[in-house]
């Protein structure tokens, strides 16, 4: 391994937003990180690409951030004041390629370079070392780190339960995950079930609705539906997310809690009327949907 410097050697291993960040964090730190990124530039989710690639999240053209700018932006780097409240995923990727040049991230970064097993060394309980082996066109390398920084993401892999789906194999129609989502001119003019209700479902329901014969929905626990736009017209996340908010989330009993979400939920739409309203005993595990204004 060619000496960086004085510094502790960090193997950051992933691109992505964390990556990134880690990999700030690092220079910030003095330390002397080296990212791997096994594809060929940075963005991770955010980079959208036509072609979905294996170990790496995949996009659909129309994903616009549910959280806002104010709220996602790194804390000594804030979005430029031009770019809208939501962002269009185009956008995210801009953002990161502004924060890399801005820190000087890219010349720390293998493209090309997957990680394929971080060991202990055999002197680990003294020295706290790893070995860190790497794969870059087709040839294996390794490398000593005095510590490791996994940020691999969490949406690479699509999880498609066909055994809860008894009687699929027999079903002549399209079935697909997610994952495979690029453009609604698959639903052309067909009969279309999204199974589930989060974020992707009900973006995909939306545009799958504009083409399809019809569309519905399928949710085992129904969802609390928020706007992305709130109160005074302010992000529903800076809303939330406030110091008084924690305060009530962690402090009041959970019925109590319970109730002043489903109040304020359905305050601007009966979650009833549509059957969507979620249990009481699943409080915990609804997390909103941005649906509507600003999602165009
Ligand atoms: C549809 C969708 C919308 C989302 N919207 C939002 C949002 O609006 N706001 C928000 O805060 N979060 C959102 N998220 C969550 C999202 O996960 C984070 O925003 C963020 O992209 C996570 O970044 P990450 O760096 O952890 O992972 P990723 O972006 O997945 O990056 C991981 C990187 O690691 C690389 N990698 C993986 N394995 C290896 C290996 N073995 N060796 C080398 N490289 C490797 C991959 O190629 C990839 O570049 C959304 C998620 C999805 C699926
Ligand atoms: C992703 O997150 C889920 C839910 O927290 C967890 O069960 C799963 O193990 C995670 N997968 C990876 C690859 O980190
Ligand atoms: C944003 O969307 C992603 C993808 O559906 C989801 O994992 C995440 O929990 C959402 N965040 C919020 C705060 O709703």
Redesign the pocket.
């Given at each position: 391994m060619p000496a960086e410097g004085t510094g502790m050697r960090v193997a950051v291993v992933g691109a992505g937003v964390t990556g990134l960040a880690a990999t700030k964090c690092c220079l910030d730190e003095g330390l002397e990180p080296t990212c791997f990124e096994q594809s060929q530039d940075i963005g991770g989710l955010w980079r959208y690409t036509e072609h979905i690639e294996a170990g790496r999240p995949s996009l659909y053209p129309s994903v616009i951030s549910?959280?806002s700018k104010e709220m996602s932006a790194f804390s000594d780097f804030p979005f430029p004041e031009h770019f809208p409240v939501f962002l269009p995923n185009a956008l995210l990727l801009d953002y990161l390629r502004r924060y890399a040049e801005r820190f000087g991230l890219r010349e720390r970064i293998r493209f090309g370079t997957t990680v394929v097993s971080i060991r202990k060394r055999p002197d680990f309980a003294t020295t706290g070392q790893w070995n860190v082996v790497t794969e870059a066109g087709g040839k294996q390398t390794s490398d000593i780190f005095d510590a490791v920084m996994v940020c691999t993401g969490n949406f690479s892999e699509p999880s498609l339960p066909l055994q809860c789906f008894p009687g699929i194999e027999r079903f002549r129609g399209q079935y697909f995950h997610s994952r495979q989502y690029k453009h609604p001119d698959v639903f052309q003019g067909k009969r279309v079930l999204v199974v589930g209700m989060?974020?992707?479902g009900v973006d995909i329901a939306v545009e799958a609705s504009r083409v399809a014969a019809k569309v519905s929905i399928s949710t085992t626990r129904g969802a609390w539906l928020f706007s992305r736009v709130s109160e005074h017209g302010y992000p529903w996340?800076m809303v939330l997310n406030t110091r008084l908010m924690s305060l009530i989330k962690t402090n009041l009993p959970g019925p109590l809690a319970w109730w002043l979400i489903n109040h304020k939920a359905n305050q601007r739409f009966n979650h009833e009327n549509y059957g969507l309203q979620p249990e009481k005993r699943l409080v915990s595990v609804a997390?909103?949907v941005?649906h509507g204004e600003g999602s165009k």
């Open positions: 549910n959280t989060g974020n992707s996340d997390f909103p941005c």
